[in-house]
Nanobody, 114 residues
Framework: QVRLVESGGGLVQAGGSLRLSCAAP????????MGWYRQAPGKQRELVAV???????NYGDSVKGRFTISRDNAKDTVYLQMNGLKPEDTAVYYC????????WGQGTQVTVSS
């Protein structure tokens, strides 16, 4: 079992920044990859960014160049730095981890006002 603890999110104006955090206490070095997906109302869940245990990253096309995913091995935590936020980034952001199967956090709301 992998327990995911999310923090961050909130309301920000367009052009602003937010940082999301996701910790996997006790499992961080076992999971194959961790990251974030998001789901806006009426839309399918989509990839935001994922980082593997080896440090390789993969980003959704809509966030490339604006969002950065990183991992802090000392804190068992993955961070998503979101810069240049746009109203279309508004969604519930879900932390994700994979260890033999997919695990999901409870989700955190990100709202970007125009």
């Amino acid at each position: 079992q992998v327990r995911l603890v999310e923090s961050g999110g909130g309301l920000v104006q367009a052009g602003g920044s937010l940082r999301l955090s996701c910790a996997a206490p006790g499992s961080f070095f076992d999971v194959d990859r961790m990251g974030w997906y998001r789901q806006a109302p009426g839309k399918q869940r989509e990839l935001v960014a994922v980082v593997t245990v080896g440090g390789s990253t993969n980003y959704g096309d809509s966030v490339k160049g604006r969002f950065t995913i990183s991992r802090d091995n000392a804190k068992d935590t993955v961070y998503l730095q979101m810069n240049g936020l746009k109203p279309e980034d508004t969604a519930v952001y879900y932390c994700y981890a994979h260890l033999r199967r997919d695990y999901w956090g409870q989700g955190t709301q990100v709202t970007v006002s125009s």
